[in-house]
């Protein structure tokens, strides 16, 4: 049955709120709802510079959005920089970046497709490589892009000006970067870009490029960077404040439970697929006087559930309830390789295991912060093969001595 014009307003409407979960601005709103109303499937872009990225969930907050325009029929194109690449993304960068080879830029791409279908639909998704078109670009193509952008609006950018005024040097190359992204939306034809707040700048340019062709300018959707499981700072792998998409369920879950609870509705909007009416209602029961916990525990089971199957959910839950509410000893952790049971081996042993340094590890032993089959201990002396260690309220190891 066809939608009466009423509907379809209606249903553009929705699936406009949708889209707006989460996000820091949508550029272009009202060309976006006509394009809806129309009811033609749109380009949808992401552009990924290869730099092999292990992907945490940080990363998938814009793949997410990418996965909403997905399933609501809209075509995905992933595009790998391979020619943009060697130039390298100057956005937030303080220098120029080093180049990438063309191995490279392989290489990382292979490590990208791995982890990215498990949010994207690989039968829906198409992936295209930009030196397909970048590559034949003539001289006199290049100048007329360039024709299309002021130095002006170039040193706009902060990390331009930045460098600019402090007499740190910029390649002209760089330049090209955004102009050369923004010649992605022209070849994919693009009614959508979605990336990072730190992409901002070179969303916007093929927004200017593609008027400038005579294109209908794509609409730009920018997502805010994700705080990690401190609650201050971006999510980082570097920064140990990650929860990775490829790491066992078990940990996954334990770790969004250790997120603050002022992050608990930023983690629903932003890592989930949630609608914002279920989310509005967690906000409604959390104003309500509601336990934080019980409400983390619904987003530990959501987010985990992405990402692994229910049995393997529900085995987290129990792990987490049994280890870390009830207190109850695990058995089924990794085993922790030791050639002595003498204090010092088993300290770098952990230490191996853990990046944590000696002189925390002796700092934490002193201050009872390792357990030793659930009791605190100041040393190390007495264990056996086969003891349950837990070091401090996370991590849990098994010793193994080996002959």
């Not at 949708?18 to 394009?35: A, C, F, N, P, S």
């Not at 060697?86 to 120029?96: E, M, N, R, V």
């Not at 292979?110 to 982890?115: D, G, L, V």
Request: proline fraction near 3%.
């Amino acid at each position: 049955m066809s939608l009466t014009s009423e509907d379809r307003v209606a249903e553009t409407e929705r699936i406009l709120g949708l889209i707006r979960k989460g996000t820091d601005q949508v550029v272009g709103e009202d060309d976006l709802r006509e394009k809806l109303l129309q009811g033609r499937t749109l380009v949808v872009k992401l552009g990924l510079d290869p730099t092999a990225p292990d992907i945490h969930l940080g990363h998938t907050v814009v793949l997410r959005k990418m996965k909403l325009l997905q399933d609501l029929g809209h075509q995905v194109v992933i595009i790998i920089g391979d020619f943009t690449g060697k130039i390298g993304d100057p956005s937030g960068k303080s220098k120029t970046r080093v180049q990438l080879t063309d191995e490279e830029v392989r290489r990382n791409a292979a490590t990208y497709f791995e982890q990215v279908f498990r949010v994207l639909d690989r039968e829906k998704t198409q992936i295209k490589y930009n030196s397909e078109w970048l590559g034949k670009l003539s001289l006199s193509d290049s100048l007329a892009m360039a024709a299309c952008v002021t130095v002006a609006r170039m040193l706009e950018r902060d990390d331009f000006k930045n460098r600019f005024e402090s007499g740190t040097p910029i390649g002209i190359h760089e330049f090209m970067y955004p102009l050369l992204q923004a010649r992605d939306s022209i070849a994919l034809e693009a009614d959508i870009e979605v990336g990072g707040t730190d992409q901002t700048f070179n969303l916007l340019m093929g927004r200017t490029l593609q008027k400038s062709f005579g294109q209908s300018p794509q609409a730009v959707i920018t997502l805010p960077l994700l705080a990690g499981t401190d609650g201050v700072l971006k999510m980082s792998k570097s920064l140990g404040n990650y929860i990775g998409i490829s790491e066992p369920a078990r940990v996954m879950f334990q770790k969004v439970m250790s997120i603050p609870d002022h992050l608990i509705i930023r983690y629903f909007e932003l890592v989930t697929d949630e609608t914002p009416e279920a989310i509005a209602a967690v906000q409604t029961r959390l104003d309500a006087g509601a336990n934080p916990r019980d409400e983390k525990l619904t987003l530990a089971r959501t987010i985990t559930r992405l990402y692994w199957s229910e049995n393997e959910t529900a085995e987290a839950e129990r792990f987490f309830r049994e280890t870390f509410s009830l207190g109850i000893l695990p058995q089924d952790v990794p085993l922790l390789s030791i050639q002595s049971l003498e204090e010092s081996e088993i300290l770098q042993a952990i230490k191996r295991s853990t990046a944590i340094s000696t002189s925390e590890l002796r700092r934490m032993l002193d201050q009872s912060g390792i357990q030793v089959n659930g009791e605190k201990v100041t040393s190390l002396g007495s264990c056996e093969s086969g003891d349950i260690l837990k070091v401090g309220k996370k991590k849990f190891f098994k010793l193994d001595l080996r002959a």
